[in-house]
């Protein structure tokens, strides 16, 4: 079993800036990925971002696509998702995952963490 924490979520204006962070434990080696996700009131959850955790690679949806960066520090089994320029639309819960690595974006997800809330005020 893997357990996934979430942290860094809070409330910002419009135009500022968040780091999420995503720490695992357990059985780490049983995934090769990991993926930010995001779920607001009314709206089908949707991805935000992916990374390898083998080699680093990165993937991203067209809507946070230059302001937001995922990146990993291995030594600590931590995903993080730097968000910069946050818009009102980017209020939601903000989920990270673990999962397989198959072609060009992280799949399969088998773990899930309980999720930290993201508020942008216009």
């Known amino acids: 079993q893997v357990q996934l924490v979430e942290s860094g979520g809070g409330s910002v204006q419009s135009g500022g800036s968040l780091r999420l962070s995503c720490a695992a434990s357990?059985?780490?080696?049983?995934?090769?990925?990991m993926g930010w996700f995001r779920q607001a009131p009314g709206k089908e959850r949707e991805g935000v971002a992916h990374i390898s955790t083998t080699f680093g690679t990165t993937y991203y949806y067209d809507s946070v696509k230059g302001r937001f960066t995922i990146s990993q520090d291995n030594s600590k089994n931590t995903v993080y998702l730097q968000m910069n320029d946050l818009k009102p639309e980017d209020t939601a819960m903000y989920y990270c995952?673990?999962?397989?690595?198959?072609?060009?974006?992280?799949?399969?997800?088998?773990?899930w963490g309980q999720g930290t809330q993201v508020t942008v005020s216009s």
């Open positions: 357990g059985s780490t080696w049983t995934y090769n990925c």
């Open positions: 995952a673990a999962g397989l690595w198959s072609g060009t974006m992280c799949r399969a997800y088998k773990y």
